[in-house]
């Protein structure tokens, strides 16, 4: 795959899934309903879901079901419904490994600049999405990009998640959607971790999920050529981002939204 594959149509792209892959039933129910809503509407999908946590609050969090078993799964849905898929990577050790499972490795917000690392997932040929980190202005990111074209991998991504206010919030500044597109590179826009609220007293992020639906048309409204969703049939019993991801039964509605908005700023 190839971002050409997801910037090809008029519409946006969509990657969503789950926070975490919780197990092989989840995840293939999760896809398959995601992708049903997606080919009607015509928009480019790939499956989300992280194979591991490594960014936990606390040590008894929930990281995973176990790497290959998740890496695994991820595989099933792209032979099932076909759809790529995109999961997480956090050493320079596991690029190669995910990369054998999966269309798209990302790279953590927190991460954005370790040049190993994106040095890494740049050499296996796989799609790279790296996420502004929440301490950067979208400047920066330019040469987080430029690292993983001078290692020879010009399929890259710029994904906005918000940006640190104070000790326990995010703001996105849509300003910095127009300015990364500026560089060349398509720009994601992730509406539900936009709404987390980190370093809660309980050591569990807190969420303003009820916000979605409005940070996603602002997205849309400045041109964000994809968005990133993370969502569940019941998002209060995930293992993982329990408090900001989108019910799934939410998604089809508000796509068809987006869809509209996308439709009057084009003209």
Not at 19 to 29: F, S
Not at 199 to 225: F, H, M, R, W
Not at 231 to 243: I, Q, W
Request: net charge neutral; proline share 4%.
């Amino acid at each position: 795959m190839t971002v050409k594959d997801l910037t090809n149509t008029d519409n946006f792209f969509l990657l969503a899934g789950p926070c975490v892959i919780e197990g092989e039933e989840m995840a293939l129910r999760i896809a398959e309903r995601v992708l049903n809503i997606t080919s009607k509407l015509g928009i480019p999908y790939v499956f989300k879901g992280s194979y591991r946590k490594a960014n936990r609050s606390r040590v008894d969090s929930f990281t995973g079901i176990g790497d290959e078993k998740a890496l695994k799964i991820l595989r099933k849905v792209h032979e099932t419904f076909g759809t790529p898929t995109v999961t997480d990577i956090h050493e320079t050790t596991e690029a190669a490994m995910a990369a054998e499972y999966v269309d798209v490795l990302q790279i953590p917000a927190f991460l954005c600049r370790q040049t190993d690392l994106l040095v890494a997932a740049a050499k296996t040929g796989r799609v790279v999405n790296i996420k502004k980190g929440q301490f950067l202005a979208p400047e920066p990111m330019k040469f987080a990009a430029q690292k993983v074209l001078d290692s020879g991998n010009p399929n890259v991504m710029l994904t906005e998640r918000g940006t640190t206010f104070g000790y326990t919030d995010l703001v996105v500044d849509f300003r910095g959607i127009p300015q990364m597109k500026a560089f060349g590179f398509p720009v994601i826009t992730d509406i539900t971790h936009s709404l987390q609220q980190p370093n809660q007293s309980s050591g569990v992020s807190g969420g303003l999920p009820e916000l979605i639906e409005t940070i996603a048309k602002a997205a849309v409204a400045v041109g964000t050529d994809g968005l990133f969703v993370e969502t569940h049939s019941e998002p209060l019993k995930a293992k993982s981002d329990a408090t900001n991801m989108l019910q799934l039964d939410l998604l089809e509605d508000l796509l068809k939204k987006l869809i509209r908005i996308r439709e009057a700023i084009k003209g």
